[in-house]
């Protein structure tokens, strides 16, 4: 079994990826699917997780060496800048901010690039190097609506149980969310309403009904829907490299129109 780093042509095993991703091996499949990643065989390309999960798309050997390196939870993190996971947190979230980004795939799945904490801490001046994110992968909250042709009231509900939120990205303190699991977790939520709403007990007369369930889902669940945000969740641009000195210059990403920088990002 080769060592880390892990090329992008590499096919890895789940064994591999629990030791690049920081997860629990039995975790990593049904983690992978969550942004629509197959295993090929009983393995995964490396370069669907890096441009699908992480929305990276390495250009050069030297962001493939970076990006082979895996995660790091948070925690190692704060102990090795010698302080608390919530006073980094606090940190993190700061608007323009000078640390790498922050990936956040759920309750205790707060991870950073290994190769960027490396970086900081070697450089006299926090110096590390930004990776450009591969457009439409993840956005901000107030442009979830718009870039999924779904109402708003669908993506406030959504983002209302904050220990139970989609994966998102912090950097420079502003939460871009990835379009892949935003998409499945409105499928997942449709899902509930079919097994909600379906049967004898269904209204005969829906334009009359009261439920509050019922026309949400009428309205999405043609198919378009997640045929559109699929169509997002796999768009790539071309990827380049950026590097900075402090951090300061890393890539926000906001949306065409602009955005204010989003709410905090939660601890869970």
């Not at 007369?205 to 369930?213: L, N, V």
Request: glycine share 8%; aromatic share 6%.
């Amino acid at each position: 079994m080769p060592l880390l780093p892990l090329s992008k042509f590499h096919f890895a095993t789940r064994l591999e990826l629990h030791k690049w991703s920081t997860l629990s091996r039995n975790e990593i499949g049904p983690f992978l699917a969550r942004f629509g990643i197959a295993p090929l065989g009983t393995k995964f390309p490396m370069m669907r997780v890096y441009e699908h999960l992480l929305g990276l798309e390495p250009a050069t050997a030297a962001e493939e060496e970076m990006l082979g390196q895996g995660f790091v939870r948070i925690s190692t993190v704060a102990e090795r800048f010698g302080t608390t996971s919530d006073h980094l947190l606090s940190r993190l979230r700061a608007p323009g901010n000078s640390y790498p980004p922050l990936y956040a795939f759920g309750p205790n799945r707060h991870v950073m690039l290994r190769a960027q904490i490396e970086q900081m801490l070697s450089s006299p001046k926090n110096a590390w190097d930004a990776l450009k994110p591969i457009k439409g992968h993840a956005v901000a909250a107030s442009c979830l609506a718009r870039n999924l042709n779904v109402p708003q009231s669908r993506i406030d509900t959504l983002l209302k149980v904050k220990r139970d939120l989609p994966a998102r990205i912090l950097m420079q303190g502003r939460v871009r969310y990835i379009i892949a699991d935003v998409t499945n977790s409105l499928a997942s939520s449709c899902s509930n309403l079919v097994t909600v709403t379906d049967g004898p007990t269904q209204s005969a007369e829906p334009q009359h009904s009261t439920s509050k369930a019922s026309p949400i889902f009428a309205r999405n669940s043609d198919g378009g829907l997640f045929s559109n945000a699929a169509d997002h969740a796999t768009l790539q641009a071309s990827a380049g490299r950026i590097c900075t000195g402090s951090g300061a210059n890393a890539h926000g990403g906001d949306c065409a129109h602009g955005s204010p920088v989003e709410a905090k990002l939660s601890e869970t």
